[in-house]
């Protein structure tokens, strides 16, 4: 079955405590990226990739790091994570130039106490 | 200005009524325009793709694209409950950038 899967799915941790929240595909897909989800303001793209060693910044990337070691996997990084990080945060993939096929993780709840 | 503008709702209707979603967006440029649709607790999965003006339509879900007026629309038809979710407009902007509404919370109401 064709999944995005990421983990975890809810995490509840404390300010500067260093996170990691992974996302692995099966699709063999050559982009991921990463968006997360906040009220009235909809996805905002954090971070992407577009293959292996290859990333960029989205449109929020300040406070996240990225890595792209693997094709499979797209782990998003909070050094050092505080409260305005508390959101709902999804990894997606697609193939090459197949902006009308992304497909998203079910998305991992993360709250900054 | 947003990109895309959507109206965050909510919005509540009886099951069967005909439901109208709407986005506006700024940028001519914009030429692929989706739906996702998103329940709760899940993420989006893809609902209707659309390129350029016109009508597409897939079952009882119809996606509508003005580019005079920059105005995209989705209508569903014999609307049920399990079409309660939130609805997310979004289009392209770059390589696998997604620009996205603020999304609709729909409730169909048995």
């Known amino acids: 079955e064709a999944q995005v899967t990421q983990n975890p799915r809810y995490l509840i941790t404390v300010t500067g405590k260093k996170l990691t929240v992974t996302c692995s595909q099966n699709?063999?897909?050559?982009?991921m990226s990463w968006y997360r989800q906040d009220p009235g303001l909809g996805l905002r793209q954090i971070y992407y990739s577009m293959n292996v060693e290859v990333t960029d910044k989205g449109d929020v990337p300040e406070g996240y790091k990225v890595s792209r070691k693997e094709k499979r996997n797209f782990p998003l990084i909070l050094e050092s994570p505080s409260p305005n990080q508390t959101s709902l945060y999804f990894c997606?993939?697609?193939?090459?130039?197949?902006?009308?096929?992304?497909?998203f993780g079910e998305g991992s709840w993360l709250t900054v106490v | 200005q947003k990109e895309v503008e959507q109206d965050p709702g909510p919005l509540s209707v009886p099951e069967g009524a005909i439901v109208s979603l709407n986005c506006t967006y700024s940028?001519?440029?914009?030429?692929?325009f989706m739906w996702y649709r998103q329940y709760s607790r899940k993420g989006p999965e893809l609902l209707m793709y659309?390129?350029?003006?016109g009508n597409k339509e897939d079952g009882r879900f119809t996606a509508q694209v003005d580019k005079s007026s920059k105005y995209i629309s989705l209508f569903i038809r014999d609307s049920q409950p399990s079409d309660s979710a939130t609805y997310l407009c979004a289009t392209p902007r770059g390589a696998q950038k997604l620009v996205f509404g603020q999304g609709t919370r729909l409730t169909i109401n048995p």
């Open positions: 659309t390129y350029s003006s």
């Open positions: 699709m063999n897909h050559e982009y």
């Open positions: 940028n001519s440029a914009f030429q692929y």
């Open positions: 997606a993939s697609s193939f090459a130039g197949s902006e009308n096929t992304i497909y």
